[in-house]
């Protein structure tokens, strides 16, 4: 039973590690299609229906940062606001790795000392 339960929870370490890993790429590749299509500007925004699914999803994250606007069906990059968003998500990255290497090391020493 506790072989199950430790092996449980570092399937969900994984997995969680998956989910944020798959978020941060859908955003950063968003990003950089912006940029290739020259949308840093209110005038150069690219509309929103030539974005799939995942990308509107990631937009609306974005926008929610702060990073990206949407006005009239259009999204472009707030270019002041990239440097303290790329900042903040490198911080989030390193410091979720380190914590989710904790809690495997924690895990695997449990399994072991039993």
């Known amino acids: 039973m506790k072989g199950l ?7 969900a370490i994984a997995l969680a590690c998956l989910t944020v890993t798959r978020k941060l790429e859908r955003e950063r590749r968003l990003l950089r299609k912006l940029r ?5 500007e ?4 690219l509309p929103l229906e030539e974005l799939s699914e ?11 940062t ?3 606007e949407i006005r ?7 270019t002041t606001e990239v440097g303290g968003f790329r900042r903040k ?17 924690l ?8």
């Not at 339960?5 to 399937?11: P, V």
Request: proline letters at 2%; glycine letters at 10%.
């Open 72 to 78: 009239r069906q259009r999204v472009y990059i707030k």
């Open 54 to 64: 995942d990308e509107r999803d990631a937009a609306a994250s974005l926008t929610a």
């Open 5 to 11: 339960i430790s092996a449980a929870a570092l399937i």
């Open 36 to 40: 290739k299509r020259g949308a840093v």
């Open 42 to 45: 209110p005038g150069w925004a």
């Open 89 to 105: 998500r490198l911080r989030l990255v390193v410091m979720g790795g380190f914590g989710a290497l904790l809690l495997a090391v």
């Open 107 to 114: 895990v695997a020493v449990l399994i072991l000392r039993r």
């Open 66 to 68: 702060g990073v990206l």
